[in-house]
C-alpha cells in the first residue's frame, strides 16, 4: 500500500483525484486525457543545451477535481537520482493544472515550480495535431508551449519565450516523454 493511500493525507488525496474526465466535458474537448499516467522523459533542453548530459526526468498526470482538471507532477532530475547532482543544478519539481473553460472553448493552464519560483498561466488549444498552450510567465514575457510529436506512448514538449526584442523566440525547454509500462 501506498503511503498516501492512508494517514493525514489519504482525505486529500481521495478529494483531489477522480477517475475520469467529467461528464460536462465533451470527448472532443478533451485534448489532455491521453496523458493519465507516468512517463519517463528524456531532458534535451532546460535554459541551455543538455543532451550531453543524458538527463532524465518523469511526469505524472492524472484527472483531478471531480474529472474537471488534468494535473501532473514534472520532476528533473527523477526521485531515484534527487540525491545524486550531476545535474549541474538543474532541477524541476513542479504542478501544472489544466481546468477547461467552456466560455473560452480551451483550457486555461497554471504551472508552478516552487523550487525556482516559477508561475506561468496560459490558454490551451489543440492546433491541428499539436497541443499549443499560449501565455505568459509570472514577469509578462510571453511564453509558447507545445505537444507534437504525439502518439499514444510518446510526445514531444517544447517551450519558448519571447525575447525582449519582441521578434526572437528562445528555446527554454524541450523534452521527449515515453509512457511507462506496467
Do not use: C
Not at 16 to 27: F, M, Q, V, W, Y
Not at 120 to 135: A, F, N, S, T
Amino acid at each position: 500500500m501506498n503511503a498516501l493511500d492512508h494517514g493525514p493525507a489519504a482525505g486529500f488525496h481521495a478529494a483531489l483525484a477522480a477517475p475520469g474526465r467529467a461528464a460536462d466535458i465533451d470527448a472532443a474537448d478533451d485534448l489532455y486525457g491521453w496523458l493519465i499516467g507516468s512517463w519517463d522523459m528524456d531532458v534535451l533542453h532546460y535554459r541551455v543545451d543538455v543532451r550531453e548530459r543524458h538527463l532524465t526526468g518523469e511526469i505524472h498526470f492524472g484527472w483531478a477535481l471531480e474529472g474537471r482538471a488534468v494535473q501532473d507532477v514534472w520532476i528533473m532530475p527523477r526521485r531515484a537520482d534527487r540525491g545524486v547532482r550531476s545535474d549541474g543544478g538543474l532541477d524541476m519539481y513542479g504542478t501544472t493544472l489544466r481546468v477547461w473553460d467552456a466560455s473560452i472553448e480551451a483550457w486555461r493552464v497554471t504551472y508552478i515550480n516552487p523550487s525556482s519560483g516559477q508561475r506561468d498561466e496560459l490558454i490551451g488549444r489543440k492546433i491541428g495535431r499539436d497541443i499549443v498552450q499560449i501565455g505568459t510567465h509570472a514577469n509578462g514575457t510571453p511564453i509558447r508551449w507545445n505537444f507534437t510529436d504525439i502518439t499514444d506512448d510518446s510526445f514531444r514538449w517544447t517551450g519558448v519565450a519571447l525575447a525582449a526584442d519582441g521578434v526572437t523566440w528562445n528555446l527554454e525547454g524541450e523534452f521527449v516523454a515515453r509512457r511507462r509500462r506496467g
